[in-house]
T-cell receptor, first 114, second 112 residues
Framework: AQSVTQPDIHITVSEGASLELRCNYS??????LFWYVQSPGQGLQLLLK??????LVQGIKGFEAEFKRSQSSFNLRKPSVHWSDAAEYFC????????????FGGGTRLMVKP | GAGVSQSPSNKVTEKGKDVELRCDPI?????LYWYRQSLGQGLEFLIY????????KSGLPSDRFSAERTGGSVSTLTIQRTQQEDSAVYLC??????????FGEGSWLTVV
């Protein structure tokens, strides 16, 4: 069965600092990988996704993520965090079958200090 | 429509009452998913539809929960005899084949 682990429940960074959110997955084949962001009281917005090809993927709002098969990781990065990035971030994995069902990690809540 | 639409956006109901939550997926999307997000919890898969059929109902937490989809479009999630532990955000999502899954804004259910 597929699973996702986000080791950090909370992260606080200063505005302008760099950010890396960790994500490790478990899946038997090449997964589809996603990062979603959820602002308070809102639904989930897709930041970026990896299906195949270049292992460094660019997303919206200046985010990027790198798929590392050897480490079963898909960490999310941003070079300079803005106060508006404060939100909860979810990593998710989907297989090519089982209806493309997404399995989510527990989420990482990002707080940004002025 | 332009995105996944869910209604009601907020619902407060008395314990023991039945509730229906509606999801209108993105036009043309054949797959539809329901997830639940409880306070302080992660995202819990409930059920998914491919067309009108539901190959995987394994996530439904109890027999009080049911879902249907008609015309390959709108889906309804029904919770009978609601309990306080049913309070959560119910998120609907849709996709077209293997690919990106788009989420609605959610239906916020509070059982009092």
């Amino acid at each position: 069965a597929q699973s996702v682990t986000q080791p950090d429940i909370h992260i606080t960074v200063s505005e302008g600092a760099s950010l890396e959110l960790r994500c490790n997955y478990s899946y038997g084949a090449t997964p589809y990988l996603f990062w979603y962001v959820q602002s308070p009281g809102q639904g989930l917005q897709l930041l970026l996704k990896y299906f195949s090809g270049d292992t460094l993927v660019q997303g919206i709002k200046g985010f990027e993520a790198e798929f590392k098969r050897s480490q079963s990781s898909f960490n999310l990065r941003k070079p300079s965090v803005h106060w508006s990035d404060a939100a909860e971030y979810f990593c998710a994995v989907a297989g090519g079958n089982a209806g493309n069902m997404l399995t989510f990690g527990g989420g990482t809540r990002l707080m940004v200090k002025p | 429509g332009a995105g996944v639409s869910q209604s009601p956006s907020n619902k407060v109901t008395e314990k023991g009452k039945d509730v229906e939550l509606r999801c209108d997926p993105i036009s043309g999307h054949t797959a539809l998913y329901w997830y639940r997000q409880s306070l302080g919890q992660g995202l819990e898969f409930l059920i998914y539809f491919q067309g009108n059929s539901a190959p995987d109902k394994s996530g439904l937490p109890s027999d009080r929960f049911s879902a249907e989809r008609t015309g390959g479009s709108v889906s309804t999630l029904t919770i009978q005899r609601t309990q306080q532990e049913d309070s959560a955000v119910y998120l609907c999502a849709s996709s077209q084949g293997p690919g990106t899954i788009y989420f609605g804004e959610g239906s916020w259910l509070t059982v009092v």
